[in-house]
């Protein structure tokens, strides 16, 4: 039975949660000021620490820095207010497991305990933030996120990394797929080989095999020396092909073949040449409509769809926005020579109420145009492009649910085909959002 002590001053609210967590098999202990809690953690082994922003004796996030310090092993999370979630992002990078937004969802708490507990007992925890590592996310661009999304995608991530498979990565412009595709290649045997990406759409058709396979001098008006393709600079390593789909027939005929040989033939030269390598893949695209249509070969769909990954949209990954908003002013700030420390709590709202349609990629142009024009220590919204403030395009979007939220509900559904992802855009409302409302409206 794991044991947890909640540090938090509320203690009406402190009593509530602790029969919660009891009568979900948790021995709990309370402490109702940073001072309590230091002596109790002397005195007694916790499990997991579940402490409150902000406390009448300290900073919930200068608790959470001494306790990592002391005991870096034991997994923290920290309880706060929802206007305060800039502030929470701060501390998972100081060391805080997760975060939970007041009010509570009871099913998210023990959630976010279970998952805290599971990677306490999985995880070796550093003593200190480690330099190196550090460096190596911020060279991949990949970040943990926090968001049931993120965390299925990261458990993915991990699964299939030290395989060989071929893996095929999903998900709408913008949404990191390359990012995904060189984390998979740093965790995996052939990190020390090279990643390659290739953009599918920006190779004409004609010299697609010349790109692909390398190609001798003069061996095509305009070959005036020897070329190196795609797949033999990256023998041993890890080919990436973002927006497969926009190859023509012809060249996915080719690739097949290369990937069924594991052999190549440059342009021009009778002489094949062995290659081993590994295949991530990308699209935006449904392949599958695209195979019925005739547009895709379907050997080679299944060829390269060994394992196929969902990357999710910044709108599935809600509680993620401020934590990647975060890692993209720190971006900026090294490229462009700033030192901007954060945003305003009118700039957090702004964002979480924003559809971000471009998903990452146009937050972290916008977190670095805004980091570029700010002169304070904050972003302010004043500094924000006007698409942020098409208030007349909000007000419709919430009169749109707020008029009848069941129907609108029940009809988005059924356009879908019960299909709660793609009924959430439809909405303009988050997956989470649209669970909640499932469970009050009682639908099905």
Same mark, same amino acid.
């Given at each position: ?188 045997? =052939? ?65 097949? =073949? ?15 040449? *062995? ?13 599958? +409509? ?7 070969? +379907?050997?080679?769909?299944? =060829? ?12 599935? =990954? ?61 972003? *302010? ?23 009848? +939220?069941? +129907? ?13 992802? *793609? ?22």
């Amino acid at each position: 039975m794991s044991k947890i002590l909640i540090v938090e001053d509320d203690i009406s609210f402190c009593k509530l949660l602790e029969k919660f967590l009891s009568k979900n098999a948790y021995t709990v202990n309370l402490s109702f000021s940073a001072a309590e809690a230091r002596l109790a953690i002397q005195k007694e082994n916790f499990d997991l620490i579940l402490t409150d922003l902000r406390l009448p004796d300290a900073d919930g996030i200068d608790l959470l820095t001494e306790i990592k310090t002391d005991y870096p092993a034991i997994p923290v999370i920290l309880m706060t207010g929802y206007s305060e979630v800039s502030t929470a992002v701060k501390a998972i990078k100081n060391g805080a497991s997760d975060y939970i937004s007041k009010p509570f969802n009871p099913d998210e708490v023990l959630a976010v305990i279970s998952n805290a507990l599971v990677s306490e007992k999985t995880t070796t925890i550093p003593q200190k933030k480690n330099d190196k590592v550090v460096k190596e996310v911020a060279a991949s661009g990949y970040v943990q996120g926090i968001s049931a999304a993120s965390k299925k995608l990261s458990e993915h991530i991990k699964l299939v990394s030290p395989t060989d498979m071929s893996v095929l990565i999903i998900g709408e412009s913008g949404t990191g797929k390359e990012i995904i595709a060189k984390s998979i290649h740093q965790q995996s045997r =052939r990190k020390q080989n090279n990643f390659i990406a290739v953009d599918c759409g920006a190779i004409p058709k004609e010299l697609a095999a010349s790109e692909f396979f390398g190609h001798l001098k003069g061996s095509f008006t305009g070959a005036i020396s020897d070329k190196t393709g795609y797949f033999e600079a990256a023998n041993g390593g890890t080919l990436f092909l973002d927006e497969i789909g926009n190859l023509s027939y012809e060249n996915q005929i080719q690739l097949l =073949r290369a990937l069924q040989e594991r052999k190549i033939k440059p342009v021009g030269s009778n002489k094949e040449i *062995e290659v081993d390598i590994r295949i991530i893949t990308a699209t935006n695209e449904d392949l599958r +409509e695209a195979v019925k249509n005739g547009d895709f070969r +379907e050997d080679l769909y299944h =060829r390269i769809n060994e394992f196929s990954i969902h990357s999710p949209s910044l709108t599935e =990954r809600e509680e993620d926005l401020i934590l990647f908003a975060e890692f993209f002013l720190d971006k900026a700030n090294v490229q462009l020579h700033k030192d901007v420390i954060g945003f305003s709590k009118e700039v957090v709202t702004i964002f979480q109420n924003y559809s971000w349609p471009g998903n990452l990629r146009e937050l972290q142009n916008c977190v670095k145009r805004a980091t570029l024009l700010t002169q304070g220590d904050f972003i *302010e919204s004043s500094v924000l492009p006007l698409e942020f403030f098409n208030q007349n395009e909000l007000k419709a979007e919430q009169f749109s649910l707020s008029e009848n +939220e069941k +129907e609108a509900i029940e009809n988005a559904l059924a356009k879908t085909k019960n299909n709660k992802s *793609e009924a959430a855009k439809l909405l303009k409302i988050t997956r989470k959002t649209l669970y909640n409302k499932l469970k009050l409206y009682d639908i099905n």
